[in-house]
């Protein structure tokens, strides 16, 4: 998959300035960021990206006297994640419960639950605060009712969201990322937790859902806000009734609208969780 690399530069540059302008431009399809003195470098797959949704974040930055400009290049084709791969990352333990390690680093108690993660990326390993909000809430979920949930992933990454619903009781998971890699370490996930006869993984948008039988009982999305709005009316046709959607990806800014657009659809609010601005919301049908 081929990606641009954009380097923002900030001027004057401040680290709020720079969380904000992240945020803004996570939700015009950049999906990671390095952090640089002057700013920001950037990475958006070459497909995804749309230049004047960028230049609407450039030129309505609310940071009254400060400019953002931008270099727009094609990023070079090699693995991203390499150090990441190398270094790998200490276990993460969720809710004295779980507990989220990599081959390299496992954790020196052992918790109910162990999800072991091949630590291709930073995101979706546990290290970021929505993954670790909505392991969490499947966990709290799983407590409340004695019913085995069908569990529908969207946007699946590594597959840490349907193992960890799968080792909590869910009888099966059915992902789907746009991205072939992901699909395809979602797949090798599952095998190394001994969950992969439980689990599917497939390519594509949310359109996938089309193809996909069934209803599920609970629906996992992790995703920028954006895309949770466009894509939520699809998740609706595949929750059964009584199922929860569990969302996160955005900031606790971006409750309102997605809590409207939620009630829109005939979904009820019934929990929420914040994490250093970070939110989850949680909604039944």
């Known amino acids: 998959m081929k ?19 992240a ?7 950049f999906e990671t ?11 958006v797959q070459q497909e995804l990206f749309n230049m004047s949704a960028l230049d609407a974040v450039i030129q309505d ?17 090699r693995d991203w994640n390499e150090q990441w791969e190398q270094e790998g990352f200490e276990p993460i333990v969720v809710a004295d419960r779980l507990a989220i390690h990599d081959g390299r680093h496992l954790p020196e108690t052992a918790y109910p639950i162990a999800i072991e993660i091949d630590a291709h990326m930073a995101f979706g390993t546990g290290t970021h605060e929505t993954t670790r909000m909505i392991c969490e809430t499947i966990l709290e979920l799983a407590d409340a009712t004695s019913t085995k949930p069908a569990v529908l992933d969207c946007g699946t990454g590594t ?3 349907s193992i960890c619903a799968l080792k909590a ?30 689990f599917e993984s497939l390519l594509g948008d949310a359109t996938v859902l089309n193809q996909v039988d069934g209803q599920f009982d609970l629906v996992l999305a992790n995703i920028n806000r954006n895309i949770l709005l466009a894509d939520m009316p699809q998740f609706c046709t595949k929750m059964a ?11 606790t800014a971006d409750n309102a609208q997605l809590i409207g657009k939620a009630e829109d659809l005939g979904l009820r609010l019934q929990t929420k969780k914040e994490d250093h601005d970070w939110s ?4 039944s049908k």
């Open 169 to 198: 009781g869910a009888t099966k998971a059915v992902g789907y990322d746009i991205d072939e890699w992901s699909v395809d370490n979602a797949r090798h996930n599952a095998v190394i937790n001994g969950v992969d006869a439980h």
């Open 23 to 29: 945020a803004l431009a996570g939700e015009a399809g």
């Open 33 to 43: 960021f390095e952090e640089t003195e002057t700013g920001l470098l950037g990475y």
């Open 61 to 77: 930055f609310p940071f009254e006297g400060t400019t953002i400009t931008c270099d727009v290049r094609p990023a070079e084709d």
């Open 3 to 21: 990606y641009f690399e954009v380097e923002f530069t900030i001027s004057p540059y401040s680290a709020d300035a720079s969380d904000l302008l």
């Open 280 to 283: 989850c919301l949680v909604f």
């Open 159 to 161: 597959g840490i969201l």
């Open 241 to 251: 009734a009584g199922a929860h959607l569990i969302l996160s990806g955005f900031y």
